[in-house]
């Protein structure tokens, strides 16, 4: 029994690294629902993963991600590329949202061998979105797409980790965003790659612009990769700005391989993930031991009636002193 799935699983890799569509399809829906397999499957595939160019969309809601990507598909697939597109919305209990979403904002790449989309929301990832979005993106790479991109709605914690496995971010606003902009400037989200600006045809743009061009200004000291981040005005609905855009994402791209940038953020990025998956294992071991912890309900009782504050509580259930 166990011979025969791990014959099965040798099959779904191979199948999908040879770019069966489907074979790609079966191991994101066992990797979103942490099927059996589904270590197995990634522990085989990693090795060949790591040639796919990994860009990371962001930005608040109806800014335009999907066209932008869905326009920076057709100039990639012009050029030959094949590539894979993931939308994940942690904000959504429903996948189905997205989906049709996408499915107008990229239904012309719909049909193309080339190209391969996939939405995730919360529902779809039982335990966290951000490991299955991690390893959905490793699967598209072992898959053979040459180009990821990687769709995230908003400006808070979760979002920025899955942001995190990208190689270049761009933030993309629109007129209006200046919520956005003061989370730049709070520090709540870190400088982006590139900054997009779409729906440049609204008559507020150059403003948001220039306040963009204001905070940027303010920080640009500490940046120690040696990067001008461009702000690019597009109007993805009609193509308008996507060659300039594609042209700064190679630009980027070029810039942190030659510097040796690119290796040390994914370095950085995996250090992130192993000590992220590290802490969600400790995480289920401490709940699993507590569940067999009779004096539990004793300590919780002595925090609930004020005679322990819930740190020396902590501290106590890991046997460790008060003090730290
Ligand atoms: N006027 C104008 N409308 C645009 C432009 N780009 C996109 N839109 C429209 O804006 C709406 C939202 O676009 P999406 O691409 O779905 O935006 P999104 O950022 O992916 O949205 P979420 O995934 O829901 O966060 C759609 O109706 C688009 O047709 C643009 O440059 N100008
Ligand atoms: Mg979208």
């Known amino acids: 029994?166990?011979?025969?799935?791990?014959?099965?699983?040798?099959?779904?890799?191979?199948?999908?690294?040879?770019?069966?569509?489907?074979?790609?399809?079966?191991?994101?829906?066992?990797?979103?629902?942490?099927?059996?397999?589904?270590?197995?499957?990634?522990?085989e595939l990693y090795p060949h993963t790591g040639a796919a160019a990994i860009y990371g969309f962001t930005g608040p809601p109806g800014a335009g991600k999907s066209t932008l990507i869905g326009a920076l598909t057709k100039v990639r697939r012009e050029a030959g590329r094949s590539v894979g597109v993931l939308s994940v919305d942690p904000s959504s209990p429903f996948t189905h949202g997205a989906v049709l979403g996408d499915r107008i904002r990229l239904s012309e790449h719909f049909l193309d061998p080339g190209v391969f989309i996939r939405s995730m929301a919360n529902r779809g990832a039982l335990g966290g979105l951000s490991e299955a979005a991690?390893?959905?993106?490793?699967?598209?790479?072992?898959?053979?797409?040459?180009?990821?991109?990687?769709?995230?709605?908003?400006?808070?914690?979760?979002?920025i980790d899955i942001i995190d496995h990208a190689d270049t971010v761009i933030l993309v606003l629109m007129p209006g965003s200046g919520d956005s902009v003061q989370a730049l400037k709070a520090g709540v989200m870190e400088i982006p790659d590139l900054i997009v600006v779409n729906k440049a045809d609204h008559p507020l743009t150059d403003t948001?612009?220039?306040?963009?061009?204001?905070?940027?200004?303010?920080?640009?000291?500490?940046?120690?990769?040696?990067?001008?981040?461009?702000?690019?005005?597009?109007?993805?609905?009609?193509?308008v700005g996507v060659q300039e855009l594609q042209e700064l994402l190679a630009a980027h791209r070029e810039h942190i391989i030659e510097r040796g940038l690119l290796e040390q953020r994914r370095r950085r990025n995996l250090r992130n993930e192993i000590l992220a998956l590290a802490a969600a294992r400790i995480r289920r071991r401490l709940e699993a031991s507590l569940a067999e912890r009779a004096d539990l309900g004793e300590l919780l009782d002595a925090v609930v009636e004020r005679?322990?504050?819930?740190?020396?509580?902590?501290?106590?259930?890991?046997?460790?002193?008060?003090?730290?």
């Not at 220039?210 to 193509?239: F, M, N």
């Open 208 to 239: 948001l612009v220039r306040e963009i061009r204001g905070v940027l200004a303010l920080g640009s000291e500490q940046r120690e990769d040696e990067w001008r981040v461009p702000i690019v005005k597009t109007v993805a609905a009609e193509g």
């Open 134 to 159: 991690l390893e959905t993106t490793l699967l598209l790479d072992a898959a053979g797409c040459q180009e990821i991109f990687l769709e995230t709605v908003g400006v808070g914690q979760a979002e």
């Open 307 to 324: 005679r322990i504050d819930p740190a020396c509580a902590a501290a106590q259930l890991l046997d460790e002193a008060p003090g730290g």
């Open 1 to 43: 029994m166990i011979e025969a799935a791990g014959q099965e699983q040798s099959t779904l890799a191979e199948r999908l690294r040879a770019g069966d569509r489907r074979a790609l399809a079966r191991a994101i829906t066992l990797v979103e629902n942490r099927a059996q397999g589904a270590p197995a499957l990634l522990r």
